[in-house]
């Protein structure tokens, strides 16, 4: 029986994810896939650790609220509210006071996916408006066990200087008001970027 070298391989592996691919369409054509400037690859190697320290102002009260909801839960006496869906656009301020300076906003949507506990599928995005992160973005996608002390959900992504981000954010509830709904809470995000 023949052994097949691992080398010979993986060599053929590494040409064939090299080559540009070209898609003729009519008389144009398109490049599918192409080989990365080393240049750019060379940047790629400078990944940094940073924390991000912020409040999230979700409200539900008042003339303009920056939470509202979708989708209202099927049982209106689930103590969990399992199907609620919240669309959010909440100000993300540097300290508790939504008067305090404004750095951003969290865009997307909560919506209660537990039937056990009150727990949110959380999926947004923090797009920041101030300083050089202007326009960049990070993407937070997982579970918020709100009643917990401490709440992890992981940073899945990013756009601008938060290209290729990855991380996780930690939420604890500073202030929540049981009559109108409204919370405040502090994240702390650890994101690894380039």
């Given amino acids: 029986m023949a052994r097949i070298s691992a080398f010979p391989l993986l060599t053929i592996f590494i040409f064939i994810s090299c080559i540009t691919v070209q898609v003729t369409y009519g008389d144009e054509e398109y490049e599918f896939v192409k080989a990365i400037d080393p240049k750019v690859a060379l940047k790629m190697k400078k990944e940094k650790l940073s924390l991000f320290r912020f409040y999230w102002h979700d409200i539900l009260s008042g003339k303009a609220p920056t939470s509202v909801m979708v989708v209202p839960p099927p049982k209106t006496n689930s103590f969990t509210a399992f199907?609620?869906?919240?669309?959010?656009?909440?100000?993300?301020?540097?300290?508790?006071?939504?008067?305090?300076?404004?750095?951003?906003?969290?865009?997307?949507?909560?919506?209660?996916?537990?039937?056990?506990?009150?727990?949110?599928?959380?999926?947004?995005?923090?797009?920041?408006?101030?300083?050089?992160y202007n326009g960049s973005t990070l993407t937070v996608l997982g579970r918020n066990p709100v009643l917990k002390k401490v709440r992890e959900m992981p940073v899945v992504g990013g756009s601008g200087l938060f290209r290729f981000a990855n991380g996780y954010a930690q939420a604890s509830t500073h202030n929540f008001d049981p009559k109108t709904g409204d919370a405040v809470v502090e994240y702390n995000i650890y994101v690894m970027h380039y």
Avoid: C, H, W
Avoid at 101 to 121: D, P
């Fill in 83 to 132: 199907g609620l869906v919240n669309m959010i656009d909440n100000p993300l301020t540097v300290g508790p006071d939504l008067s305090s300076k404004l750095v951003g906003r969290a865009q997307g949507f909560y919506a209660s996916a537990s039937q056990e506990e009150i727990g949110f599928l959380m999926t947004m995005n923090f797009a920041f408006t101030e300083g050089k």
